[in-house]
C-alpha cells in the first residue's frame, strides 16, 4: 500500500498495479486493494512472463474495462509463459491461455 500511494502522488491513474512476482499482483484504485495470487504452473522458464503479464493485463483492461478479470488473465497468461522454454517462444496465444483455462478449470 505503501508503494501505491507514493506512485499515487507521482503519477494520476484509475489503477496502480504493482507485480510481485512469485506472490502475483496488487491493485489498489484510490480506495479499494487487491492482492492476486499467481496461477501455478510448472516451471520450465521465467523469461518473458513480466512482459506477458504487462501485455495482457493491458490488453484485457481495453477490452473488458474491467481491472480484476484483466488481472486474473494476465496472471494466467503468465503462468502458461513459464511452462514452455525462450522467451519469444513461449508468448502465449489467446488459445493457448483459454486452453490452460479450461485444463487447469480455473474461473
Do not use: M, W
Amino acid at each position: 500500500l505503501r508503494a501505491a500511494l507514493k506512485l499515487s502522488s507521482i503519477v494520476e491513474a484509475k489503477h496502480y498495479i504493482i507485480k510481485l512476482g512469485e506472490r502475483g499482483c496488487y491493485t489498489y484504485d484510490g480506495t479499494y486493494q487487491h492482492i492476486f495470487p499467481v496461477v501455478s504452473a510448472p516451471v520450465v522458464d521465467k523469461r518473458g512472463a513480466g512482459e506477458v503479464f504487462c501485455a495482457a493485463a493491458v490488453l484485457g483492461y481495453l477490452e473488458s474495462g474491467d481491472i480484476e478479470g484483466a488481472l486474473k488473465y494476465a496472471n494466467v497468461a503468465s503462468a502458461v509463459t513459464i511452462t514452455k522454454a525462450g522467451r519469444c517462444a513461449s508468448y502465449p496465444t489467446n488459445a493457448d491461455i483459454e486452453e490452460f483455462i479450461d485444463k487447469h478449470d480455473i474461473n
